[in-house]
């Protein structure tokens, strides 16, 4: 058996996140830039040891990078905007990822439904394009030199062309006859690397719902990179959907082989007899790259037994499903996780060897496995069946409680509710608040590390907790807002701290996973039903609202957020966990409102996040979403008045389905956009209250009375006053309270003008 295992790419970030620390040194000029590459270097040829020692055939060079792979695309293309052209290699890098003094960073965005977030490629029709091969050609020849011949990643023109923009306001895909001579180019150089090279190149938009101008770029596409050199067998790799409409072309091409996703992307079923008819490699991926679940070996030859009905054998090869890039590094040092939940888990390096015995036994079979492979085989199975019984993870209560939950929405209609909730909370027209969060100072973050370490009680934690409240409160009210927030110091994170008091939850020491460049998140996870065993938030809330007068914000994080931004468990589908969820938030809002809390917002930070890639699957996630979002406020009084939050400005497409959820108040990110955002309230004819963000809080400027005095009015000229609140546009926790405090105080100070002016 030979190159039969495969991987679509490795984390890079390292397995204690040495990268991270050294460009965040290397950034505050603490190291040398030498010392960056160094630490690149030692990573980059332990990921290929790690590949190696674990069997697999097909390793990447060339998915490693320093910041982000599409920005090293357009490096590679020498598409350098206008502004960082004058500087030089690494200077120019980081600006284009990170901005200097001179110019803004260029922009950042989700790569597809994942929490990655790659740069923006800035492209204009003036812009002359330059091969730059010196990274690809590098890492193949470092890999070389170690004794390991790499597969080279490339992202593919027609993504890199989809997923960057148009400075000059023209269409990407028509640079394609400008971009593609480069590739070429590329080809030919690589082609005298070796005897035989193998090219995997990602197009990750084929998955999306292209229109035919863009599949109709497939073709002359790969038929001029397949016809560049004899020794390069070109790989096209999709991930995340089915790439059922351009699997059929590039059957049709000379193409070596096609690399499909067949866990997110099921569908992908349906091309298999046109890669059997076209006599192509099927990189069948197989062993999910972006859960951190133990694969199950026995389905998984099951769906490779499947696949290989229609495709022979010998053109199979077994593969992840995607970059291992968006699982963590490796469980070595999960030295404080339950030992029962551990052994369900897998990150990065223990699916190298999932992938490895996948490949043997569907291969060779298991007579063939060494006693290691047996042993490896048997801990799987053992695992599996751990998970499918254990009491941990299959509560029958929740299972009786949740799909026998009746109350679906709310009591009364919008416009009953928000005459009362009017009437009980006295608030006036362009209501001041903030979203929720205040700074989470050096002081906070200690006293949370060290009561979670031990080393100070709950006593002291609690009154050092309660004392910051105190200040917030009295900050509040010194600056006159009229809706208040206890500012959540207690919060780590708007969704690991809600997690960690739901049953069925899980946290690691190290599970850390790259977001963009050097930041690292630790996404939570769920491994069984989702319960609240007690209230998560009445103590603290009740607390603040007993030193104000004003009505105090209850804070929860909605159930989709919650479910979107945790690793979520693969033997039970995602809207029922969802659902979990939304019944656990139901029982917390009757607890507030029963606590005397009038006021309740439920964020849903991430609820677009969540949009399946496939025009087809929307309704259905639409449908759960709203749902679960309706489920969680269902305990809600007609007079307890909810609000929600939005962390994004694209809603064009989507304000139905937020009118469906039926919130009293909605606040979201404005500030950029001005007033164009708001138009669509308007015509859909939007009944209830918006909260339009009038300043940028990822800013660390300080906006003046005036500037927001001209926002407000901006927002008037959209919306009625009866209709508005007035707010920052997202959470202050990132933020300092020398910033906070009078951008705060001019906000109320502008209300107040604008009010005057009305009542004239």
Partial sequence: MSNKSYIVGFPRIGEQRELKKSLEDFWAQKCTFDDVKKVAGELKSRHWEYQKKAGIDFISSNDFSLYDTMLDTAVMLGAIPKRFQALKDEARYFAMARGNKESVAMEMTKWFNTNYHYIVPELSLEDQYRLNSEKIINEYKEAKAQGIKTKINLIGPITFLGLSKRVDRGETYAL?????????????????????????????????????????????????????????????????????????????????????????????????????????????????????????????????????????????????????????????????????????????????????????????????????????????????????????????????????????????????????????????????????????????????????????????????????IDECVAFQEECGLEILVHGEPERNDMVEYFGEQLKGYGFSQNGWVQSYGSRCVKPPFIYGDISRPKPMTVDWITYAQSRTEKPMKGMLTGPVTILNWSFVRDDKPRDEVSKQIAVALSDEIDDLQNAGIKIIQVDEAAFKEGYPLREENIGTYEEWAVRDFKIAVSSARKETQIHTHMCYSEFNDIIKTIEAMDADVISIETARSGNELLKIFKEIGYKQEVGPGVYDIHSPRVPSVEEIVKQIKLLLEVLPKEQLWINPDCGLKTRKWEEVKPSLTNMVEAVKIVRNELNR
């Fill in 176 to 468: 394609h006859s400008k971009i593609l001579p480069v590739y070429e180019e590329l080809l030919r150089e690589i082609s005298p690397l070796d005897d035989e090279i193998t090219l995997q190149i990602d197009e990750p938009v084929f998955v999306k719902d292209n229109e035919t101008k863009v599949l109709s770029l497939i073709k002359p596409t790969y038929d001029r990179l397949a016809a560049v050199s004899d020794n390069i067998n070109i790989i096209v790799t999709t991930y995340f959907e089915h790439s059922n409409e351009a699997t059929k072309v590039l059957v049709n091409t000379p193409v070596w082989g096609i690399g499909l996703d067949f866990l997110h992307g099921p569908k992908n079923s349906e091309s298999l007899e046109l890669i059997a008819k076209s006599g192509k490699k099927l990189i069948a991926g197989v062993v999910d790259g972006r859960n951190i679940w133990k694969n199950d070996i026995e389905a998984t030859l099951g769906l490779l037994e499947n696949i290989a009905k229609s495709v022979s054998k010998e053109n199979i090869i077994v593969s992840s499903s995607c970059s291992l890039l968006h699982t963590p590094f490796t469980l070595k040092y999960e030295e404080k996780m339950d030992a029962e939940i551990k052994n369900w888990l897998s990150y990065a390096v223990e699916k190298l060897d999932e992938v490895s015995l996948v490949t043997k036994l569907f291969f060779e079979g298991e007579d063939k496995l060494n006693e290691e492979e047996k042993r490896a085989l048997a801990d799987n199975r053992k695992a599996n069946e751990s998970r499918r019984t254990s009491t941990r993870i299959h509560d029958a209560e929740v299972q009786k409680k949740v799909p026998d939950f009746k109350k679906l929405c709310r009591d009364g209609a919008y416009e009953e509710r928000i005459k009362l909730q009017k009437a009980l909370l006295g608030y006036k027209e362009l209501a001041t608040t903030t979203i929720g969060s205040f700074p989470q100072t050096p002081e906070v973050r200690k006293a949370r590390k060290e009561f979670k370490n031990g080393v100070i009680s709950k006593k002291e934690y609690e009154a050092q907790m309660k004392a910051y």
